[in-house]
């Protein structure tokens, strides 16, 4: 049986009973990993800033498999992926999206060739340097998606 605070004083205790400074810390020990093990399902594992180029481009070839659509690229792109900057498309995907969905992209620039280029992942990697890694959709002249490149570079001094 628990006793209160008010109890514990009026027997001459000073406070509680340890059982609750032992719970507290396991409570505080087991909550963080499961915070984090929350965080994960629910979405760590897509593209994010700190993603390298290899692990983001199993990633982006599981959304947009090869014989994707430069529409179901460029609404990948546009609604689900976390972007770090700059985003290029060719002009006519861009004008074709533009036209089935019905709203104006203004934050992707268009381009001249048959590719979706995206910024996906940036984070400092020292004092005045970042670290940026860009992913290239390749379509063919029947504007399938044969493949995804990405590239790692680094930005500054």
């Not at 032992?22 to 629910?42: C, E, F, M």
């Not at 290029?88 to 074709?96: P, T, V």
């Not at 280029?117 to 670290?131: F, K, N, Y």
Request: hydrophobic fraction near 35%.
């Amino acid at each position: 049986m628990s006793r209160s605070v008010r109890e514990w004083e009026l027997l001459g205790h000073d406070c509680m009973p340890r059982f609750a400074l032992g719970r507290l810390l396991l409570i505080a020990a087991i909550l963080p990993p499961v915070i984090a093990a929350l965080w994960y399902l629910g979405g760590v594992g897509k593209i994010h800033s700190g993603s390298e180029e290899k692990a983001a481009r199993e990633k982006l070839l599981t959304y947009t498999p090869p014989g994707s659509s430069p529409k179901e690229v460029l609404s990948f792109v546009v609604n689900d992926l976390y972007r770090a900057g700059q985003v290029n498309a060719y002009h006519e995907y861009l004008r074709d999206y533009e036209a089935s969905t019905g709203t104006q992209v203004n934050n992707i620039t268009p381009t001249d060739y048959r590719t979706v280029e995206v910024i996906v992942s940036s984070w400092p990697d020292g004092l005045l340097s970042a670290h940026e890694v860009s992913a290239t959709w390749h379509f063919d002249r029947e504007d399938q998606l044969t493949d995804i490149t990405t590239n790692s570079y680094s930005i500054g001094p």
